[in-house]
C-alpha cells in the first residue's frame, strides 16, 4: 500500500483532516472485496474509502450486489453500471473528464 506522503496532494487533501493536536483521522484498512474475495490494504476516514467502495449503504449501494459490504476498485471500476454512470471507456479511463469537488 502507498504511504500517505507518496499520494499526490489532491488525494490527500480529500481523507485527511487534521485535529487540533494535528492528528490525522486518516485509519489504513484491511477489507475482503465482496466480489472477488482478494484482501485490499485500503485508507478510510469521515470523509470516504480509498481502495475501496462501501456500498452496503449511502451513495454506492445503487452499484451493489445482494449480500455485498465492500467492493474493491478493481471490481467497481469493471461493474458496467459504474462505468455507464461515470462513462469509462475500454481503455481503462474516463472519456469525459471528470471534476473533483
Same mark, same amino acid.
Given at each position: 500500500?502507498a504511504?500517505?506522503g &507518496?499520494?499526490?496532494?489532491n $488525494?490527500?487533501?480529500?481523507f %485527511?483532516?487534521?485535529?487540533?493536536?494535528g %492528528?490525522s /483521522? @486518516?485509519?489504513? %484498512?484491511? @477489507? !475482503?472485496?465482496?466480489?472477488? #474475495?482478494k484482501t %485490499? /490494504?485500503?485508507l $478510510?476516514?469521515?470523509?470516504g474509502?480509498? #481502495?475501496?467502495?462501501?456500498?452496503?449503504e449511502?451513495?454506492?449501494?445503487?452499484?451493489?450486489?445482494? #449480500?455485498? !459490504?465492500e467492493?474493491c &476498485?478493481?471490481?467497481?471500476?469493471?461493474?458496467?453500471?459504474?462505468?455507464? /454512470?461515470? $462513462?469509462?471507456n475500454d481503455?481503462g479511463?474516463?472519456?469525459? *473528464?471528470? *471534476?473533483?469537488?
Amino acid at each position: 500500500m502507498a504511504l500517505l506522503g &507518496d499520494m499526490p496532494k489532491n $488525494q490527500r487533501a480529500y481523507f %485527511v483532516e487534521e485535529n487540533r493536536n494535528g %492528528v490525522s /483521522d @486518516i485509519k489504513s %484498512v484491511k @477489507i !475482503i472485496c465482496s466480489r472477488c #474475495g482478494k484482501t %485490499v /490494504d485500503g485508507l $478510510q476516514s469521515k470523509y470516504g474509502t480509498g #481502495g475501496f467502495y462501501r456500498v452496503s449503504e449511502g451513495h454506492w449501494a445503487k452499484y451493489a450486489n445482494l #449480500g455485498e !459490504i465492500e467492493v474493491c &476498485d478493481s471490481c467497481m471500476w469493471a461493474d458496467p453500471r459504474y462505468k455507464a /454512470d461515470y $462513462q469509462w471507456n475500454d481503455s481503462g479511463g474516463p472519456s469525459v *473528464t471528470l *471534476t473533483v469537488w
